[in-house]
C-alpha cells in the first residue's frame, strides 16, 4: 500500500525537477513551480487517500478559475511583455516583480480606487449638504493588500486592535438611567458626565446658555454583542472629540431590536440635560437597525437633528438566511456567538429575572446552538418585552412557548420581527447611510434601495469594496476610516447649515421686532398712535411700547424643523 501510494509522489517530483532546470535562469518562475509542486506533493502525501484526489481537483479547479479572470490574465500577459523588453534592454533580474507590481498599481488607480455613489432626492438641503461635506469627493482608497471584502471585514479588524496598544485610550465614564420599564440604560461619556442644567436658568429661558451647554453631542450605537471599546466607537469617538464635541456611547444590552422606547428614554435624557446643545447619532451594525427602527417609528418627533448609520442592518431575517446559505460558514457562527453574548448580557441587566442560571435552563436557552435566528427567537418567546411580567420562572405559557418554538425552523418564525427596510420611509430628520455592495454580512437588497430614493430626508453613499464596518484605507489599519470621515463631514456640514439659518432668522427676527421691515414713515406714525392711545406727547416713546429684546434662541430641534420645511424641490417655487 505503500509502495502504490508513493508512485505518484516521485513521479510528480521527478516532473519538478525537470521543470526546475528548464527555468533555472528565472527566478520568479521557479518560485511559481516550487510552490505548485510543494501544495501538489503536500496534498497528495498529507491528505487521506480517499480524498486525495478531490482535494487535489478542488485545487487545480480554483487555480484555473483564478487563472480565467480576465484581470489576472491580463496583468500577468502585460507584466511579462514589460519584463521580456526590460529583460532584454537592461538585463535585470527584478524586471518581472517590477512589471507585476507596476502593473498592480495601475490596476488598483483604476480599477479599485473609487468616489462613493450618492443616491438622494434632488432638493436643495441634500445638495448643499453634499457639497458642503464632500461626499462625493472624498476618494475611498482601500488598504493596497486588503482589497478583498473578508480582509476588510476581519482582517483589518483584528489589526486595527493593535493601535490601542500604544494610542492614547479612550476613558469613559458610566451614568445609569431608568429605562421606561424600571431597568437601568447605561450611558458612557467620553472624559466626563454632562451635568444637568441649572433649575432656575432652565425655568427662566432667557440666559444664553454657555459654550459647554452648547456643545454638539454625538450619541454612538455599537453593534451586536459589542460594546463601548470596539475599535469602530473608539476611533468614532477620538475624532469627535477631536472636533470638540460631546460624545456619549449607548451600551444597550436588551436583545429585541424591534424595540425603539430604550433610545427613546436615552435621547430625552441627553436632550434633557442639555436643551441648547445640538444632538447627534450613529449607529453601527445592528446599532443602525436600532436607529433606523427609532427613527422610522417616532418621524419628526424626536430630539435629534440628523443621524448616520454605518453598515446598518436593514433586514435581521433576510441578513441571517442570506449568510447561512451564500456567505463563510464563519460568519454565520461569529453572528451566532454575539447573539448569544448579547443575550447572556440581557439576562444580567433584565430586574425581572432573579435567577439568570435557573432561567436559562428552565426556557432551555443554552441548548440553541449557535444559529443566529434561532437564539433571537427562542429568547423573545421566553423574555417578551412586556413590563407587567415580573417573574418569567412562573409564567407557564412563555415556557410552554418557548418549548414549542425550539422544534419549529428559526426561519419560518423570525419573519413575523418588523425590520428597518420596513420603516425607512418615516424617517423625518437628515440620516445618511453608508454601505458597501460586497457587504457579507449586511447586504442591501435592490427594494431597500428603492425606498432609500423615495424619502427625500436620507442620503445614502454605497461604496463597490469596503466589506462590513471596514472602509480600512490606510497601509496599516490605524487611525480613522473612511466611512467615520464620512460621518464626520456629514455631521458637520449639518450643524453649519443649521447655525447658518439660526443666525439669518435670528437677524429677521431682532429686524421684525424692531419695525425695520415697515414702509417709510410708518415707523413714526405707528409709535404717535401708541404714543396718543396712552395718554402721552406725540414723539415721545415710553418704556412699555419700546420694543422688546430678541427671545431666547431657538432648540435645535425646533430649528432642524424650520430648515426641513423651508426644503423645497428645484423647480417647485
Same mark, same amino acid.
Given at each position: ?284 451594525s445592528a446599532g443602525g437597525h436600532i436607529l433606523l427602527n ?99 420562572? *412562573?409564567?407557564?405559557? #412563555?415556557?410552554? @412557548? /418557548? ?5 419549529? $425552523? ?5 419573519? &413575523? !420581527? ?32 428603492a425606498e432609500l430614493e423615495r424619502n427625500r430626508n436620507i ?20 487611525? *480613522?476610516?473612511?466611512? #467615520?470621515?464620512? @460621518? /464626520? ?5 449639518? $450643524? ?5 439659518? &439660526? !443666525? ?61 420645511? *423651508? ?7
Open positions: 500500500m505503500a509502495s502504490a501510494s508513493q508512485g505518484p509522489v516521485q513521479a510528480l517530483a521527478k516532473l519538478s525537477k525537470v521543470a526546475l532546470r528548464i527555468s533555472a535562469r528565472n527566478r520568479v518562475a521557479v518560485a511559481c513551480l516550487s510552490a505548485w509542486s510543494s501544495i501538489t506533493l503536500l496534498l497528495l502525501a498529507g491528505a487521506p487517500r480517499k480524498h486525495r484526489w478531490s482535494l487535489l481537483s478542488l485545487f487545480y479547479r480554483s487555480l484555473w478559475m483564478a487563472l480565467r479572470s480576465s484581470h489576472l490574465r491580463n496583468m500577468v500577459f502585460s507584466a511579462a511583455v514589460v519584463s521580456y523588453i526590460a529583460g532584454k534592454r537592461v538585463k535585470s533580474k527584478l524586471a518581472m516583480p517590477l512589471s507585476l507590481g507596476t502593473l498592480y498599481l495601475l490596476y488598483y488607480h483604476f480599477s479599485v480606487k473609487e468616489n462613493a455613489c450618492i443616491r438622494c432626492q434632488a432638493s436643495y438641503w441634500n445638495t448643499m449638504i453634499v457639497e458642503k461635506a464632500r461626499l462625493a469627493q472624498q476618494p475611498f482608497c482601500p488598504t493596497i493588500w486588503a482589497i478583498n471584502r473578508h480582509a476588510q471585514t476581519i482582517t483589518c479588524l483584528v489589526l486595527s486592535m493593535v493601535e490601542w496598544l500604544w494610542s492614547k485610550p479612550v476613558t469613559y465614564v458610566r451614568q445609569c438611567i431608568v429605562g421606561w420599564d424600571g431597568n437601568e440604560q447605561h450611558l458612557d461619556w467620553v472624559d466626563e458626565v454632562l451635568q444637568p442644567q441649572a433649575e432656575e436658568t432652565r425655568r427662566s429661558g432667557q440666559e444664553v446658555p454657555s459654550s459647554a451647554e452648547s456643545r454638539p453631542i454625538c450619541l454612538l450605537i455599537h453593534g451586536l454583542g459589542d460594546d463601548r471599546f470596539h475599535p469602530a466607537l473608539l476611533r468614532m469617538a477620538r475624532l469627535c472629540r477631536n472636533r470638540g464635541w460631546r460624545v456619549v456611547a449607548w451600551s444597550y444590552w436588551r436583545l429585541d431590536f424591534s424595540e425603539t422606547r430604550d433610545l427613546t428614554v436615552v435621547v430625552d435624557h441627553i436632550s434633557q440635560l442639555a436643551p441648547q446643545a445640538p444632538l447627534m447619532a450613529i449607529g453601527w427609532y427613527l422610522g417609528t417616532v418621524g419628526k418627533s424626536t430630539q435629534l437633528v440628523c443621524a448616520v448609520a454605518l453598515s446598518p442592518a436593514f433586514d435581521l431575517f433576510t441578513h441571517s438566511k442570506l449568510i447561512a446559505e451564500e456567505e463563510n460558514a464563519f460568519y454565520y457562527r461569529f453572528l451566532g456567538m454575539q447573539a448569544f453574548k448579547c443575550m447572556r448580557r440581557h439576562v444580567k441587566n433584565d430586574r425581572r429575572i432573579s435567577d439568570p442560571g435557573r432561567f436559562m435552563e428552565d426556557f432551555r436557552l443554552t441548548r440553541v446552538g449557535l444559529e443566529p435566528a434561532r437564539i433571537y427567537d427562542n429568547f423573545l418567546a421566553a423574555c417578551p418585552s412586556d413590563p407587567h411580567l415580573s417573574s418569567f420562572e *412562573s409564567v407557564a405559557s #412563555a415556557k410552554a @412557548a /418557548a418549548k414549542s418554538r425550539e422544534e419549529e $425552523l428559526a426561519y419560518k418564525v423570525f419573519e &413575523h !420581527y418588523p425590520a428597518a427596510c420596513h420603516n425607512l420611509g418615516g424617517i423625518g430628520i437628515p440620516t445618511l447611510l453608508v454601505y458597501s455592495q460586497d457587504d457579507p454580512v449586511a447586504n442591501l437588497d435592490p427594494s431597500s434601495v442620503i445614502a453613499a454605497s461604496t463597490v469594496r469596503g466589506g462590513h464596518v471596514g472602509f480600512y484605507d490606510t497601509f496599516f489599519p490605524a487611525g *480613522s476610516t473612511w466611512d #467615520a470621515r464620512m @460621518a /464626520a463631514a456629514y455631521l458637520g456640514a449639518v $450643524l453649519e447649515a443649521l447655525s447658518q439659518t &439660526h !443666525y439669518m432668522l435670528s437677524i429677521l427676527k431682532e429686524a421684525t421686532e424692531q419695525g425695520l421691515f415697515a414702509g417709510p414713515g410708518q415707523n413714526a406714525t405707528s409709535a404717535d398712535a401708541k404714543a396718543k392711545a396712552a395718554g402721552q406727547a406725540p414723539g415721545v416713546v415710553s418704556a412699555a411700547s419700546r420694543p422688546a429684546p430678541a427671545a431666547s434662541t431657538l432648540r435645535p430641534s425646533v430649528m432642524r424643523r424650520i430648515c426641513s420645511q *423651508s426644503d423645497v424641490r428645484p423647480g417647485a417655487v
